[in-house]
């Protein structure tokens, strides 16, 4: 029986390593078909249409998710003030808006990183200069920042009010540090699980980026930088993982 | 692993809530509430803890029964 499945298991690897190789080929191919393509588009024309979407769309992201986050938020604390310190199904839903709240902040945090160095490279080649599109961009970016800082704030603020044992201080540079050794037992577990989903996560979404950088490469001629980018930070997840593990 | 307890139950007759609780024995409201909602095993320090505070032996607030299945392994 166990042989059986052992040669199972290596049938079933076989195929996954041929199926990864003749996608690896086919996008190969593609990125090499598409080449030609994307050499005759008018990229100016592209980069006149984007940073002009960028100038308003940025902004529009910024103000709506904080607005969406502070609504959960604000939803949260009125719930929170009503709470007698025992229904578990309102202190659950209290926990949930708030985590939806800094999940969406999050979010919009991370998109900007995105949006404001897409919306310089796109000022960059176009032809058209607007001082006010320019602008945008910074301030859409400096924007988010204080306004990501200031909901991880108030949220960790009314956390700290539901669970006076939590330590530490938004704006201190071992508040993360600080937090985590004010959990206990079951805290800590949960914290694991999460950081073990998260490398499984990061695992999958670094062989996607892997092949994309790799097409890209050829496409958009990026060159072999964003390949080193993906594969270090691959590598530094895999190594730190490594060394808690060793740790046991 | 059932882990079955009375955390509740002593917790009322001590009339205390679970942030209290947490307090007495060095640990948060949520994982009061998820022993008692028997979605959390606490460690045996944190066994021995509750017990002392609730001033029984741990048996009479943890208890483990064996499932069926395993029973007949």
């Known amino acids: 029986m166990k042989k059986t499945n052992n040669i199972k298991i290596y049938i079933q690897f076989g195929l996954i390593m041929f199926a990864c190789f003749f996608i690896g080929i086919l996008a190969g191919a593609v990125s090499r078909w598409l080449q030609k393509d994307i050499a005759g588009w008018n990229t100016v024309a592209v980069m006149n249409a984007l940073q002009e979407v960028i100038s308003v769309a940025f902004p529009i992201l910024v103000v709506v998710m904080f607005a969406v986050a502070l609504a959960f938020y604000l939803q949260a604390k009125k719930q929170a003030k009503l709470w007698d310190g025992e229904d578990e199904v309102t202190i659950s839903k209290i926990e949930r808006k708030l985590c939806m709240s800094l999940i969406l902040e999050g979010i919009a945090f991370m998109v900007s990183f995105v949006l404001y160095p897409l919306g310089i490279w796109a000022y960059e080649i176009a032809d058209t200069e607007n001082f006010v599109t320019q602008l945008s961009y910074p301030i859409s970016f400096l924007g988010n920042l204080v306004a990501y800082f200031l909901l991880v704030k108030i949220v960790v603020g009314l956390e700290k009010k539901l669970n006076p044992e939590k330590q530490g201080n938004v704006f201190e540079i071992h508040f993360q540090r600080k937090w985590e050794e004010s959990m206990d ?3 800590q577990l949960q914290l694991g699980k999460a950081a073990k989903k998260a490398f499984g996560a990061g695992q999958m979404a670094c062989s996607v980026l892997w092949v994309i950088s790799f097409m890209s ?4 001629h990026t060159g072999i930088l964003p390949i080193i980018c993906v594969t270090v930070i691959w590598l530094i997840m895999f190594l730190t993982y490594s060394v808690e593990e060793m740790k046991r | ?5 009375r955390l509740k139950e002593y ?7 679970q942030q209290e609780m947490g307090a007495w024995v060095g640990t948060s ?20 803890k509750i017990a002392r505070k609730c001033g029984v032996s741990v048996e009479e607030i943890f208890d483990y029964v064996e499932d069926e299945n395993e029973e007949n392994k």
């Open chain 2, 11 to 17: 917790r009322a007759r001590l009339g205390v809530n």
């Open chain 1, 217 to 220: 490469m050829f496409l958009f």
């Open chain 2, 1 to 5: 692993m059932p882990l079955y307890n």
């Open chain 1, 185 to 187: 037992e079951a805290e």
């Open chain 2, 29 to 48: 409201r949520q994982t009061i509430s998820q022993i008692e909602r028997g979605d959390y095993s606490p460690s045996v320090t944190l066994a021995i």
